[in-house]
């Protein structure tokens, strides 16, 4: 008898051993199923796709990132030429209100010395508010003709004058720094 339980022990623990083995053939089935269903959903990814996409998304970037800084650019630039504007306009907003005082009292037929007085007085502040500018004339009169601040509006004839200096100024020119906001328009001597 003993043999007998003996060999149903064994026979039992053969089946169970059995299943066990069908039981992780089948696991490992499901397993590779699973595994095959997500490279079908998910297909192995080209280093150079990935590094084609990773490019691309930086230069995304770049554009937004430039954009912005455009923008703000022309923000910056709108608000400091509304400041200059002010501040240059501010200077001369004095010479205004004399200059109206002076036709005022050229109206009123006061003193004309005092409206002369008055009218050199609004010069000087006009100098004045050149010179807070850096706003400088440009010295023509009896100088050696330069295209690059010179206007040539006609020649004149001088034999006391050397070529190509100027003998008479129709109108002052001026500069701010090396900037040459309006050209002297000028003669320029000619002795042939």
Known sequence: MQDNEMKEKQAEQEAAEAKAA???????????????????????????DAKIEELQNRLLRLQAD????????????????TFVTANVVGKF?????????????VEKGDNVDAVVDGMKKIRR????????????????????FDPNIHEAVMRGHNPELDDEIVDMVFEKGYKLGDKVIRHSKVRVNTNE
Do not use: C, G, H, Y
Request: hydrophobic content about 35%.
């Open 93 to 105: 907003l004095k010479v205004l209100d004399n200059f109206e005082r002076a036709e005022a009292s």
């Open 66 to 81: 430039f954009e912005n800084f455009r923008r703000r650019t022309n923000i910056e630039k709108e608000q400091l030429s």
């Open 125 to 144: 502040q006009f100098e004045d508010a050149f010179k807070d500018l850096k706003v400088e004339e440009i010295e023509a009169q009896n100088a050696k």
């Open 22 to 48: 069908e039981q992780e053939t089948a696991e490992a089935a499901e397993a590779e199923d699973a595994k095959n269903a997500e490279d079908a959903a998910e297909p192995e990814v080209d280093p150079k």
